[in-house]
């Protein structure tokens, strides 16, 4: 197999990376990045590219590039967003953003996606190519919302979307990817309890939410252990919880907020009806007011096109420059889990190899792995433009 080119220098991916890297941006804010990356963008060869910034979703772009003898149009979508976490790398070029951080790798992302649209725009492909740089992955479903939206329309509509996610557990440069589901759903929630305030002193007289909301979460842990097939798995966790202003107050209020994955739509379904069952017993018990409220929004579960993975697959497995790995399915869950319902296509992972894991606040992506994942894309993609159906 021919070896690709890529025609950013391995420095000056370096550079864009480490300036994404110091302004993420929350889901939906992500304005100085959508400069950034349109200043990026303007630099290269504009001869076959038509750029589209739609007023519907501000902070998104669209770049299509126009094929010399198009038979379809391939998508390639990488997120955006950064997530509100503080950083604590100690990197040189750190988050310059207080509490917000490129802790999920999408400045890997979007430096892979700027690669792959510099060698295309500098050499034109056989097939039209739409880059959709997408906004809101860690929440607010910038997937389904752009969808909604109407945004994928006329020459803005793919025939088929590909996409990746940096794996810190992958060694750096190799391409991850399986047949069938890659990533979970998940589901949003946010439970409330309402009981009765009072003083510390006087716990006969109050109705203490703290106690209520860590019963919850007690009985809650059993769903998965108890309710759950443990071949299919699933995951229930809350990542914060509220209640409470002093040491010698009862809270007549708490809130959690949580995440529910599982690998297909009925798993995520089971365990959001056992989560209202868990909710209402728990009313019941405390004599309190308990309301739970699911969302799923986009983050569907990742369900990858057979025949278009399994061509995905058989070239990355025989492309002599790609270290190819056969992943097991992850419990994270990605909104282009959506894109993939509406579109044939493949999501696959980007070894990044890396100790601390997504989401976390050391989270050190090995940047080497931008130009190694831009040569096995491009070599893809040219690949699958080659080929007629
Ligand atoms: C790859 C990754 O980490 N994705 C996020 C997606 C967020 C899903 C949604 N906001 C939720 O929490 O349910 C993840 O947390 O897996």
């Not at 929440?139 to 109407?150: C, D, P, Q, V, Y």
């Not at 986009?298 to 270290?323: R, S």
């Amino acid at each position: 197999m021919e070896t690709h080119q890529i025609d950013l220098s391995e420095a000056q991916l370096l550079q864009i990376y480490q300036h994404l890297h110091q302004i993420p941006e929350l889901a939906m804010q992500e304005k100085e990045t959508h400069a950034y990356l349109l200043e990026i963008i303007h630099h290269f060869d504009q001869t076959y590219l038509e750029i589209w910034t739609p007023e519907v979703l501000p902070t998104a772009i669209l770049v299509l590039i126009h094929g010399k003898a198009p038979k379809r149009t391939i998508g390639y979508r990488t997120d955006i967003d950064g997530l509100p976490v503080a950083e604590k790398t100690g990197l040189p070029f750190a988050s310059q953003h207080p509490n917000v951080m490129h802790a999920c790798g999408h400045d890997i992302h979007m430096s892979v996606a700027l690669g792959l649209l510099a060698h295309f725009a500098a050499h034109q492909p056989q097939d039209n190519l739409l880059f959709f740089f997408q906004p809101a992955e860690e929440s607010l479903n910038g997937g389904k919302t752009a969808f909604e939206r109407g945004i994928f329309k006329g020459k803005w509509c793919p025939d088929e979307f590909y996409g990746l996610h940096d794996n810190p557990d992958l060694p750096v440069g190799a391409i991850g990817c399986r047949m069938g589901t890659l990533f979970a759903g998940t589901t949003e929630v946010d439970v409330d309890f309402y009981g009765k305030g009072g003083h510390a002193a006087f716990p006969q007289d109050a109705n203490d939410m703290v106690v209520a909301a860590s019963q919850f979460i007690n009985q809650v842990q059993t769903i998965v252990s108890r309710s759950v097939d443990p071949i299919e798995g699933g995951v229930i966790t809350f990542g914060k919880f509220e209640a409470g202003t002093i040491r010698n107050v009862i809270a007549g209020r708490a809130h959690l907020e949580g995440t529910i994955r599982g690998l297909t739509q009925k798993m995520i379904e089971h365990i959001d009806q056992r989560i209202k069952e868990v909710a209402a017993g728990i009313g019941q018990s405390y004599q309190a007011k308990v309301t739970v409220q699911l969302n799923q929004g986009g983050y569907w579960p990742v369900e990858n096109n057979p025949q278009l993975t399994h061509n995905f697959i058989t070239y990355m497995k025989t492309a002599t420059d790609v270290q190819f790995v056969e992943t097991a399915p992850a419990m994270t869950g990605e909104d282009f889990g959506y894109l993939l319902a509406k579109f044939p296509g493949t999501m696959f992972w980007l070894g990044v190899a890396d100790d601390s894991q997504l989401h976390s606040a050391t989270l050190t992506p090995n940047p080497q792995a931008i130009q190694i994942g831009i040569k096995a894309i491009t070599g893809f993609i040219t690949h699958r433009m080659s080929e007629k159906a």
